[in-house]
């Protein structure tokens, strides 16, 4: 079918072409025969073909304007339709480059979610790595403590096993000291062996049966045994020498303990019994009221913080 049109224009290109030839040859045989017609002086004759001659000149100037007008028409419709052949190729072009644009797209934000996700999984790990090191790292910070509070007891108990050690040399050189067998006592105390502690406190009495503190230290274990009977007889006799001793601060704590531990025991005191103790107690303390300013008064149990903690804790 193209090929059928381009030779049907091809034909009528050439029939223009003819058509051009033959108003140049007619034109041509118009001005030789005015050329004759003026040699032989007939100005008439001559005219008539000099006039057909310049018609036909106009006429295949028209025909040549048509035909150029033809002609450019034509070569826009072939640049038309060129441009639009071209146009179609730019867009066909252009839809590939962005189907290849869009695929290299989607490719790179798959690999970016990939990374993302590959990050984002190794931030987890560190996160839980992170949490189990600060978990691993109290833990250890407990066993640390754990183990500085066990050697620290270890410590202690240690040094109040040399503490009964030395004051058993001092008792196997002085059989008669009742301060050391009290010093014992209290470490004995210390370690928790009651038993023992009693038995140190038993022997500085009968050393010495005014020793406040003995009697103090022997009742509340005894208590804390259960004795509660025993304990109170102790604890009223460290109260009388305590006030005898003029020390008023312990005399107060070991009386207070004693009206406890008596309470506990549900027992009826006799009140004859409580009113010369109230009297005697009157009468010394006004006797001795102008001593006790000057006297220091220290605490229950000087060098064992364990023990005094623990008459606190009972009275």
């Given at each position: 079918?193209k090929?059928q049109v381009?030779?049907?224009e091809?034909?009528?290109?050439n029939?223009k072409?003819?058509l051009?030839?033959?108003?140049d040859i007619?034109?041509?045989?118009?001005?030789?025969?005015?050329?004759?017609?003026s040699?032989?002086?007939?100005?008439?004759?001559?005219a008539?073909?000099?006039?057909?001659s310049?018609a036909l000149q106009?006429?295949?100037?028209?025909?040549?304007?048509?035909?150029?007008?033809?002609?450019?028409?034509?070569?826009?419709?072939?640049?038309s339709?060129q441009m639009n052949?071209n146009q179609?190729?730019i867009?066909e072009?252009i839809?590939?480059?962005?189907?290849e644009?869009e695929?290299q797209?989607?490719q790179?934000d798959q690999?970016?979610?990939?990374?993302?996700?590959?990050?984002s999984?190794?931030?987890?790990?560190n996160?839980?790595?992170?949490?189990q090191?600060?978990v691993?790292?109290?833990?250890?910070k407990?066993?640390t403590?754990?183990?500085a509070s066990?050697i620290?007891?270890?410590?202690?108990?240690?040094?109040?096993?040399q503490k009964i050690?030395?004051t058993?040399?001092v008792i196997?050189?002085?059989?008669e000291?009742?301060?050391a067998?009290?010093?014992?006592?209290?470490?004995?105390?210390r370690?928790g062996?009651?038993t023992?502690?009693?038995?140190?406190?038993?022997?500085?009495l009968?050393?010495d049966s005014?020793y406040?503190k003995a009697?103090?230290?022997?009742?509340?274990?005894?208590?804390?045994m259960?004795?509660?009977?025993?304990?109170?007889?102790?604890?009223?006799?460290?109260?009388?020498?305590?006030?005898?001793?003029?020390?008023i601060?312990?005399?107060?704590?070991?009386?207070?303990?004693s009206?406890e531990?008596?309470?506990v025991?549900?027992?009826i005191?006799?009140?004859?019994t409580?009113?010369?103790?109230?009297?005697?107690e009157?009468?010394?303390?006004?006797?001795?009221?102008?001593?006790?300013?000057?006297i220091?008064?220290?605490s229950?149990?000087e060098d064992?913080g364990?023990?005094?903690?623990?008459?606190?804790?009972?009275?």
């Amino acid at each position: 079918m193209k090929n059928q049109v381009e030779q049907q224009e091809l034909n009528n290109e050439n029939s223009k072409n003819n058509l051009s030839d033959i108003f140049d040859i007619l034109s041509g045989i118009s001005l030789i025969g005015g050329a004759v017609g003026s040699l032989l002086g007939n100005a008439a004759f001559a005219a008539v073909p000099i006039s057909f001659s310049v018609a036909l000149q106009m006429a295949n100037r028209r025909q040549l304007k048509v035909e150029l007008a033809q002609l450019q028409e034509s070569s826009i419709v072939q640049m038309s339709e060129q441009m639009n052949k071209n146009q179609s190729v730019i867009f066909e072009q252009i839809k590939q480059l962005r189907g290849e644009s869009e695929n290299q797209l989607s490719q790179q934000d798959q690999k970016i979610k990939k990374l993302v996700d590959e990050l984002s999984e190794k931030i987890t790990n560190n996160h839980e790595s992170l949490n189990q090191l600060i978990v691993e790292k109290d833990q250890s910070k407990q066993l640390t403590d754990n183990l500085a509070s066990q050697i620290t007891q270890v410590q202690n108990i240690v040094e109040t096993l040399q503490k009964i050690e030395n004051t058993s040399q001092v008792i196997r050189t002085n059989p008669e000291g009742s301060h050391a067998y009290y010093e014992r006592g209290l470490s004995y105390q210390r370690l928790g062996d009651k038993t023992g502690a009693i038995e140190d406190y038993t022997e500085v009495l009968h050393l010495d049966s005014t020793y406040a503190k003995a009697y103090h230290s022997r009742g509340i274990l005894l208590a804390e045994m259960g004795n509660k009977k025993q304990a109170v007889e102790d604890l009223r006799l460290a109260a009388k020498y305590y006030f005898d001793q003029g020390d008023i601060e312990s005399y107060e704590k070991a009386r207070n303990l004693s009206k406890e531990f008596y309470e506990v025991r549900h027992s009826i005191m006799d009140d004859e019994t409580i009113n010369s103790m109230v009297s005697e107690e009157s009468i010394r303390e006004e006797n001795s009221s102008k001593e006790i300013n000057l006297i220091t008064v220290g605490s229950l149990f000087e060098d064992d913080g364990d023990t005094e903690e623990s008459i606190s804790m009972l009275g």
